[in-house]
Structures are given as C-alpha cells and as structure tokens.
C-alpha cells in the first residue's frame, strides 16, 4: 500500500470511530432518560398502590351477596 491510501483508510477509521463514539454516546443518553422515566413511573405506582390499599381498608366489608327480591 501506497503512503497515500494508508492515510485514506486511518482517516476512514477514525471517522468511523468518531460516529461511533457518537452513537454510544447517544444511546447512552436515551438509556439515562428512560432509567429516570422507570424511577419515576415506580414512585408513582407505589403512590397509588398505597392510597388502593388505604381506601380498602377505610370501605370496610364487602355487602352479603343476597339474591334479589325478584327471585
């Protein structure tokens, strides 16, 4: 190989390379959001698991089950 198209391929290398730091960066980026979204979505969960749980013990016991008058 020629001088010239060694330093052709290194270019095309580190080019390569560089759009690849890029997309790691990226999706790194994306990965960091969507661990924030999931934190946030399960703070949230529990919220309402809990109120669920608070508003079942305040009903009290469920109604007998009776058959209607019409039977």
Known sequence: ???????????????????QARAIDELSEQIEKQWKLIDLL???QEKLVDRLMT?????GDAPPVTRPPHY
């Open 1 to 19: 190989m020629t001088e010239k198209t060694q330093a052709q391929q290194i270019a095309k290398l580190e080019e390569h390379v560089a759009h």
């Open 42 to 44: 399960k703070a949230q």
């Open 55 to 59: 508003l079942e013990e305040q009903s």
